[in-house]
Every structure is written in C-alpha cells, then in structure tokens.
C-alpha cells in the first residue's frame, strides 16, 4: 500500500526533523507547507506592505494560509495519482477537524482508503520550556510572534490536536520529540508507517 504521512504539531516541535529523518527510510515524496508556499506568501505579504515573515495573523490566516495548504494537498494528490508515497508537514490544524477532508483527497487522487494508507505522527514536546527554547534557537523570523507572546500563544494552540478522520486510532501515534530523537525511536516510527 502507498504510505500517506502526516506529521503535525505546532511549531519548534521537530516535525520536519523527525520526517526527514523517517524518509531516510522510506521513500516519498516530502511536502513541507513552508517550502511549499512559503516564497509566495512573503512576496504577497511585501506587495502589501505587511510583515513577509508574518504566519499569525488575521490578514494571513483569512488570505493566505489556504492557499498554502491547498497548493501543498494538489501536491499530494498528484504523487498519490502517479504511486508515491507522501509525507505531509504542517500543523493541519484546520484539516485534521474535518471529517471529510482526507476523504476527498484519497478520493482526488484516484485511489480508494485500500490503496492508501493513512497515518498521522503527531509530534509533541513533554516540556514546553524546551519547545519555546527550540522555537528561538532556529532563529527565523516567522517565529517572533510566537516569541513574543509566548504565554497567548502557549494556551491558544492545541498541543495535541484531535484527528476527527475516519482512520483506524492505531494509525495514529503521539511521537514525543524530548531529548534526543535516536535511531531507536526512528525505527519504531518506520515500524509504525510501514506496519
């Protein structure tokens, strides 16, 4: 069966760390939302004279952030089409809700829930003093709002979403990223994945 991967949780978790690391033995096509769109949005952003680094805001959540997730999905469905698997990075916060979301792209894609087989990776931090401390280290600047209102960013985002898709519970896994991510926790995620 083809492997369709998501791997969501909120931002300084490791989710691209942890999917790059899984994809060293999984073949896939890799779609991280940020590369994705990322220069689009800033060039958008600057022609309106807004923050081009800005990912929090209403003028971005309301303009932006589909187009971005949208383009990222046409991107899947495409790989899944032609036989790849794919890995999916973002937080699908939105999507995840959405009962019918995952239907449609299985469906766009011209497979059926038999040929592709969905799991999500929820990636999380036990210490969220560490998430901040990660969040800071990578230093980009898409990340000062969140920096700068940690404490309204901290209890806005739901660390642990809940995936409202019609998967089976053992295709979903709360990957905790603490310490250091060994190659024994990268095989019992391959082992997930591929299981």
Request: negative net charge; contains cysteine; glycine residues 4%.
């Amino acid at each position: 069966m083809q492997k369709l991967v998501f791997f969501v949780g909120v931002a300084g978790t490791g989710k691209t760390t942890v999917a790059e690391k899984i994809s060293e033995h999984i073949p896939c096509a890799f779609l991280d939302r940020d590369t994705v769109g990322g220069r689009f949005v800033e060039r958008f952003l600057e022609m309106k004279d807004l923050d081009p680094k800005d990912r929090d805001s209403q003028f971005y959540k309301e303009n932006l952030r589909d187009l971005e997730y949208d383009t990222t999905k046409d991107i899947c469905i495409e790989n899944l089409r032609v036989g790849q698997n794919v890995f999916m990075i973002s937080p699908f916060t939105t999507e995840l809700k959405n009962k019918d979301w995952i239907e449609k792209v299985i469906a766009d894609s011209g497979k059926t829930k038999e040929e592709v087989d969905v799991k999500v990776v929820v990636v999380t931090l036990e210490d969220i003093e560490q998430q901040r401390k990660r969040i800071a280290d990578r230093g980009t600047e898409r990340d000062t709002w969140k920096l700068e209102n940690w404490d309204s960013y901290e209890t806005r985002v739901d660390f642990v979403p809940t995936v409202n898709w019609d998967i089976p519970k053992e295709n979903i896994d709360i990957f905790d990223n603490s310490g250091d991510l060994t190659e024994e926790k990268v095989e019992k995620l391959v082992t997930f994945i591929l299981k």
